[in-house]
């Protein structure tokens, strides 16, 4: 059963390696890979959550708002893009066993896509997320976008502060 802190694994600043199809409907098309950095923080006591991406290659950014439902026990993750500067519908679901499947409906270059993201491989340093579209209703899947998250890795502050002194 998912919890409200099923996404505290995430809070923080990641470095991510994007792989995606160049045509998300295409079995055949080809993949790029790009990289991007990410910034999640908590809200809520851990119940919610919002992360930042930006993806250079792309030259866009997005924004994830996660929002944990008490009464139905699912959580929904309401995405938007720096390019449209809207918000896209959401996907809801829940993790088991260590791995959180979401699912809602889309529409993509004007079809209709039943949308699916999972989260797995997650440990304090490593996540790894996935995109599947479905033209047919959840029947088929066709995975189009993978994001592999490693623990960034912090620079230490310049040396500590004199004591007494400002700290701007």
């Given at each position: 059963?998912s919890?409200?802190?099923?996404?505290?694994?995430?809070?923080?600043d990641?470095?991510?390696?994007?792989r995606?199809r160049?045509d998300?409907l295409?079995?055949?098309s080809d993949?790029?890979?790009?990289?991007?950095?990410?910034r999640?923080?908590?809200l809520?006591?851990?119940a919610?959550?919002?992360d930042?991406?930006d993806?250079?290659?792309l030259?866009s950014?997005?924004?994830?708002?996660?929002?944990?439902?008490?009464?139905?026990?699912?959580?929904?993750l309401?995405?938007?893009?720096?390019?449209?500067?809207r918000?896209f519908?959401?996907v809801a679901?829940?993790?088991?066993?260590?791995?959180g499947e979401?699912?809602g409906d889309d529409?993509h270059?004007?079809k209709?896509?039943?949308?699916?993201?999972v989260?797995s491989?997650?440990s304090?340093?490593t996540?790894?997320w996935?995109?599947?579209?479905?033209p047919d209703g959840?029947e088929?899947w066709?995975?189009?976008?993978?994001?592999?998250f490693?623990r960034?890795?912090?620079?230490?502050?310049?040396?500590p502060v004199a004591?007494?002194?400002?700290a701007?």
């Amino acid at each position: 059963m998912s919890s409200p802190h099923d996404f505290d694994f995430f809070h923080g600043d990641w470095e991510v390696r994007h792989r995606r199809r160049t045509d998300f409907l295409d079995p055949g098309s080809d993949w790029e890979e790009f990289p991007a950095t990410s910034r999640c923080w908590p809200l809520f006591d851990g119940a919610a959550n919002v992360d930042e991406i930006d993806m250079p290659h792309l030259r866009s950014k997005g924004v994830t708002l996660r929002l944990f439902d008490h009464e139905s026990g699912l959580w929904s993750l309401n995405w938007a893009s720096s390019r449209s500067g809207r918000l896209f519908p959401p996907v809801a679901g829940a993790f088991t066993g260590g791995r959180g499947e979401f699912y809602g409906d889309d529409t993509h270059d004007g079809k209709d896509v039943r949308v699916r993201f999972v989260w797995s491989g997650i440990s304090d340093a490593t996540a790894r997320w996935e995109q599947a579209f479905s033209p047919d209703g959840g029947e088929t899947w066709l995975t189009n976008w993978v994001m592999e998250f490693t623990r960034a890795t912090t620079e230490p502050a310049a040396g500590p502060v004199a004591s007494g002194t400002p700290a701007g």
